[in-house]
């Protein structure tokens, strides 16, 4: 896992219309392979190259966007969790590298206020791939940052690839709540969620502690 695991890119799919131009400028006018003879003469002029190549740039974006829900189907399919990375009946885990921008001045961020927000109901636990690289083959992990929830059985639930808004990750733990797969913490938690550094070099969160025998 030394090489680079894409942390300099942004990790946000651009938006739609963006891409649409994107791929209209370089599409072919005309279908290859299409006979003169088979146009319309009613027809305006023009009219029907853009629509055919607005229809072909939206069918690449649909497998485009098939492609990475596969892709991260196959991350839950395949992540193999350990209990010593969870915490609690939910924890977020978050892959990211000292070199990656996007980690450090876009994700971590958002992380840090959520962790406040959620003090006492979720565990977010940071991994540095590259000092961690077994953890990102366990977890297939791909690209930075990516963020994983996983429940208290060790099923990864959803998963991120790229940088992830704070609402995305609001709306994902109130769906993961109502469907009932985690239940709330009974006790909030008495540590400082304020005090993990979730820049390079900082601490991963300590260890749930065993409970006492009953």
């Not at 946000?12 to 279908?31: F, S, Y």
């Not at 690449?60 to 991260?72: F, S």
């Not at 099923?155 to 990750?169: K, M």
Request: net charge positive; aromatic share 6%.
């Amino acid at each position: 896992m030394g090489a680079d695991l894409g942390g300099d890119r942004p990790g946000r799919p651009e938006p739609v219309l963006r891409l649409l131009r994107r791929l209209l400028r370089v599409l072919p006018a005309e279908p290859p392979g299409r006979p003169r003879l088979h146009r319309s003469p009613h027809r305006a002029p023009g009219g029907g190259r853009v629509i055919e190549r607005l229809l072909l740039a939206a069918g690449i974006l649909l497998a485009l966007w098939a492609g990475w829900c596969l892709i991260a189907c196959a991350q839950r399919r395949l992540a193999q969790p350990r209990a010593a990375d969870l915490e609690g009946p939910l924890t977020l885990l978050y892959f990211y590298t000292p070199t990656c921008g996007p980690c450090r001045l876009i994700q971590a961020p958002i992380l840090e206020a959520l962790m406040a927000e959620w003090e006492g109901m979720v565990k977010v636990r940071p991994v540095d791939v590259m000092t961690d690289p077994e953890a990102a083959a366990r977890y297939r992990v791909w690209t930075v940052p990516t963020t994983m929830w996983v429940d208290a059985s060790g099923t990864v639930r959803v998963v991120n690839n790229g940088v992830v808004s704070a609402e995305a990750l609001r709306r994902q733990w109130r769906q993961l709540q109502r469907g009932g797969s985690i239940r709330e913490m009974a006790e909030p938690s008495h540590k400082d969620a304020k005090g993990l550094d979730l820049y390079p070099g900082g601490r991963d969160v300590e260890p749930e502690r065993s409970r006492p025998d009953e």
